[in-house]
């Protein structure tokens, strides 16, 4: 294994809670709700942020929200990541140790935007800033491959599907030659902007541990589509695109914001898609039918 990968605990949490609810007729049921939880994140004994999870993979998800945030450039840059849910009262607590330290740090999160986000709800203002930066691959969408993606995220076996109220990520390898659709891995959070930190936090270990094979090309990102259950506002946006992921797909819609961003960097949105229909906000030249 690359010396250079991050050493990650492996805590669990248990995802649903079984409570009992009283239904229409006024008769007692048992019922399963997703389980929520805070997990606060400190970088080199400096506490960041606290983020409301559900707990799958809080060290993936952990990686993926400081990559996001640009606080670190690649996995490796992070030697360790420790989860333990029980060392605080009101929560878990994660401990994150960079090889090198992150220059300015304080100064890198004063800054705080507020937005529209369940269970995470601000990102730091430097993201804002960069966005001309961001280069994504030139690459086009099948319209039939976007159907069978539509389709594949169906057949999923989710914690949505048993108790309800999270957002889902997924993110899937096109092959341009059968036109085919692969998922690659998926991810459930009670926000969609963790669900989408943690994607990102296994890309980058992906993309690590497979830098040597042409199988899942990660980096260049050019036959990558990603999908979430959430609305495109301009943070989801802006992380898929760092990301590097040219097509976003979303069963909600997109924001005023999150579509003057995904136009002025060239993101591919579509929304409100569900079995065969769906709407291309931006990027529509992309899809080929």
Known sequence: ??????????????????????????????????????????????????LMTLGVNPELLTLGYLLNQKLVTAASDVESITVDWDVLDEGGAVAVKTRHGIEALEARTARRVVTTGCGQGSIFGGLLDDLDSIKLPDARLPQEVLFEILSLIRQQDTTYKSSGSVHGCALFRVDSASAKATLLHHVEDVGRHNALDTLAGWMALQAMQDKASSSVDLESGADLVLYTTGRLTSEMVIKSAQ?????????????????????????????RALNQRYLCYTGAGKIER
């Open 1 to 50: 294994m690359n010396q250079s990968l991050p050493r990650l605990t492996e805590a669990r949490a248990p995802l649903t809670q079984s409570i009992t609810a009283t239904n229409e007729a006024g008769v007692q049921e048992a019922v399963s709700i997703p389980a929520e939880r805070s997990l606060t994140v400190y970088v080199d004994k400096r506490e960041i942020v606290t």
């Open 243 to 271: 990301m590097g992921v040219p097509f976003v797909v979303s069963r909600s819609g997109i924001t005023q914001m999150g579509f003057d961003v995904a136009t002025r960097i060239g993101l591919c949105t579509i929304g």
